[in-house]
C-alpha cells in the first residue's frame, strides 16, 4: 500500500511553492526589497527575521530569495540570492568561502584579509553588473570571540563604497537578544526592518500540513481526524517542522504496516517517537553546564513563574556555577546549550514580541515540576563534585 506520492517533498531541504499563514510576511519582504529587485536602489536594504523554532524563517527566506530572482530576472536584473547557514560556517571567513562558491566567482582567497576579500567580491559585482541578496541564517550561532565582528561587518557591507550598493541583507535569528550587543547606530540601522514569524496556532498548522500533505501523499490517505490530531499536537509548541515530522513519520508507520491510511494511532505513535517525556535518566546524560542551565532555570521559576528569558536565565546560571566553583561559559555556548535543550524537549525557547525593541527570548519548562528537577538535579551534581 502506497502512502507517498512524493516523500522529498517533506524533507526538510524542500521549500514549497507556497507558504499558508506567510502570506503578509512574503508581501511585506518584497516590498523591503522592491528597489533591489528592480535594481534601482541607492541604499543597501537590511532585514532581520525573528521567530521561534519552526515558524518557518528559512523557509520564507528562501521562497522569498527564488521569487525575487525570478522578478528581477523579468525586469533584467541579474540578482543573485546567496545563503549561508552560520551554524555550518561559523566564521567570517567560511562565509565569504561559501559566497564566493555560490557565486562561481574566480577568486583566489588564500592570503587576504576578510576586509580585502569582501572588496574583491563587491568588484566582482560591480564588474559583472551584478546585485546580490545576503541571506544569513541561524546568525545566532555566529557569535562570540571573533565572530562578534561578524554581524558588524556584514550589516555594514559596502557602506564605506560611494558606488550603488550591490549587496542586501538578511539576518535570520530565534533569538533576538544577540542584537544586543551592537553599537547605537548599527542597531538602529539594523532594526528598524525586523519581521517577526509568530507561532504557528493549531488552526494555521491544520492548513499547513493539509497543503503539505496534498504535495507529498496520495490523496486521501490521510484521514481528517489524524490531521486534526497533528495539528492540535503541533499547536502547543507552534513549530511547524514538527507537524510536518510528526505527518512524515505517520506516513511512515503506516507504510510499514501496510495500512491504506494515516490513522490517529499512526499519530500518536510517530509524537511518542519524537519527543519522548523527560525521564530522570536523561538527566544523567547531560553535560554539566547542561545541568547547571537546569538548576539555575529551576531555581528560578520557582517563584510561580512560567518563564524567564535568556538574558536574565544566564545571569542565575552564572551565580549557580560560582556556587558550584565552575567556570561559566559565555553567552554564545550558553545559547547553543539551551538549543540542544530544546531539541531534546526538556525546556522551550519561545520568541516573544512586545513592540520593535522588546522581543525576547522566554525560556520555559513544559515537561517536568521544578521542585522534581531541582531535586534530581542537585543529586546528580552533588555526585559528580567528588570526596
Ligand atoms: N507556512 C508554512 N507552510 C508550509 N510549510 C511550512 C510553513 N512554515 C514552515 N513550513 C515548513 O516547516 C518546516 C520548518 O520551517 P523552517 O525550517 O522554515 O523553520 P525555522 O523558523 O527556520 O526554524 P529554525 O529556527 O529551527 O531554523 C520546513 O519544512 C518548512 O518548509
Ligand atoms: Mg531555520
Redesign the pocket.
Known amino acids: 500500500m502506497r502512502i507517498f506520492r512524493d516523500e522529498e517533498k517533506l524533507s526538510?531541504e524542500?521549500?514549497?511553492k507556497a507558504?499558508?499563514?506567510?502570506e503578509s510576511e512574503l508581501k511585506l519582504l518584497k516590498t523591503f526589497f522592491s528597489g533591489v529587485v528592480s535594481g534601482t536602489s541607492r541604499i543597501s536594504t537590511r532585514v532581520i527575521i525573528t521567530?521561534?523554532?519552526?515558524?518557518?524563517?528559512?523557509?520564507?527566506v528562501k521562497l522569498f530569495g527564488r521569487e525575487a530572482r525570478e522578478d528581477a530576472r523579468k525586469r533584467g536584473v541579474d540578482l543573485r540570492f546567496l545563503y549561508v547557514n552560520c551554524r555550518i560556517s561559523k566564521t567570517i571567513f567560511t562565509i565569504l568561502t561559501r559566497i564566493i562558491e555560490q557565486l562561481r566567482a574566480r577568486i583566489p582567497m588564500r592570503g587576504y584579509s576578510y576586509e580585502e576579500l569582501l572588496h574583491k567580491i563587491l568588484n566582482y559585482f560591480e564588474a559583472k553588473n551584478i546585485y546580490g541578496i545576503l541571506a544569513l541564517?541561524?546568525v545566532d550561532a555566529l557569535l562570540g570571540r571573533e565572530e562578534k565582528n561578524a554581524l558588524y561587518f556584514f550589516s555594514r557591507i559596502g557602506e564605506e563604497r560611494e558606488k550603488v550598493p550591490r549587496i542586501s541583507v538578511i539576518l535570520?535569528t530565534?533569538n533576538p537578544e544577540m542584537f544586543d550587543v551592537l553599537d547605537e547606530s548599527t542597531r538602529s540601522t539594523l532594526l528598524g526592518n525586523i519581521i517577526h514569524?509568530d507561532e504557528y496556532n493549531s488552526d494555521q498548522l491544520y492548513d499547513?500540513v493539509k497543503?503539505?500533505a496534498d504535495e507529498a501523499l496520495i490523496p486521501g490517505v490521510l484521514m481528517e481526524s489524524s490531521l486534526r490530531l497533528i495539528a492540535d499536537l503541533a499547536g502547543e509548541r507552534g513549530d511547524?517542522?514538527y507537524a510536518?515530522d510528526i505527518l512524515w513519520r505517520a506516513g511512515k508507520y503506516a507504510e510499514a504496516e501496510g495500512f491504506p491510511r494515516i490513522t490517529p494511532e499512526h499519530v500518536r505513535k510517530a509524537s511518542a517517537s519524537i519527543y519522548p517525556a523527560i525521564r530522570r535518566e536523561h538527566l544523567e546524560y547531560l553535560g554539566d553546564h547542561e545541568r547547571l542551565i537546569l538548576l539555575a532555570l529551576s531555581r528560578a521559576l520557582k517563584e510561580g513563574q512560567a518563564y524567564i528569558t535568556a538574558n536574565d536565565l544566564h545571569q542565575h546560571y552564572r551565580m549557580i556555577c560560582e556556587e558550584y566553583s565552575t567556570q561559566p561559559r559565555a553567552y554564545t555556548r550558553f545559547w547553543e546549550y539551551l538549543q540542544r535543550l530544546d531539541d531534546l524537549g526538556i525546556i522551550r525557547i519561545n520568541v516573544k514580541s512586545e513592540g520593535i525593541k522588546g522581543r525576547r527570548s522566554y525560556i520555559s519548562l513544559p515537561g517536568m515540576p521544578v521542585s522534581i528537577l531541582r531535586r534530581e538535579l542537585e543529586l546528580i551534581l552533588e555526585k559528580g563534585k567528588g570526596p
Open positions: 526538510p524542500y521549500v514549497p507558504l499558508p499563514h506567510r521567530g521561534s523554532v519552526g515558524t518557518g524563517k528559512s523557509a520564507l541564517d541561524e535570520i530565534r514569524l499547513i497543503f503539505r511547524a517542522r510536518l
